[in-house]
């Protein structure tokens, strides 16, 4: 089954590139698929006359609070700069998880349980503003950066 997405062409990023998989389609703002999702590039799409930008990510996390920080600073930061241009911004948001992994032995009755964090948190983020354009909010979500902890 053929199913192709349309996307506005944001700054020149994959305009007219194709990737394989499942369904064939060009990367779009509504793809959830593997492959647009661990791009890294933010969507952008307009929603009942405000401007929507959401960004997934992939990152190491070796202290989970420190990333918390990361992207509370990385969110405050955008909301600051879209303010002072004049937008309004109404909602700022991210959720991501980490796995944590249980490594159990078992010898003579006896039990071992090590536990860990993997290096790895996979999230996203979303950002909900008034008054800016498309190109801005894109522009913003794109710089987002998590210092060492961000994964080429």
Do not use: W
Not at 51 to 79: A, H, M, N, P, Y
Request: hydrophobic fraction near 35%; proline fraction near 1%.
């Amino acid at each position: 089954m053929n199913h192709e997405h349309h996307h506005q062409d944001h700054l020149g990023h994959h305009r007219d590139q194709h990737h394989e998989h499942n369904l064939e389609h060009k990367h779009g703002e509504d793809c959830s698929c593997q492959s647009c999702r661990q791009s890294g590039l933010p969507n952008v799409k307009i929603i009942d006359g405000s401007i929507v930008g959401s960004l997934s990510f992939e990152v190491s996390c070796k202290d989970r609070l420190v990333l918390e920080q990361q992207i509370i600073e990385e969110l405050s930061r955008v909301s600051r700069i879209l303010e002072a241009e004049g937008g309004i911004v109404g909602h700022a948001k991210a959720a991501f998880e980490q796995t944590t992994v249980s490594k159990i032995s078992v010898i003579d009755d006896q039990s071992t349980i090590d536990r860990a964090a993997t290096p790895v948190a996979k999230g996203d983020l979303v950002v909900i503003a008034f008054r800016i354009t498309e190109d801005r909010m894109y522009e913003l979500l794109e710089q987002i950066n998590f210092s060492e902890n961000q994964l080429s």
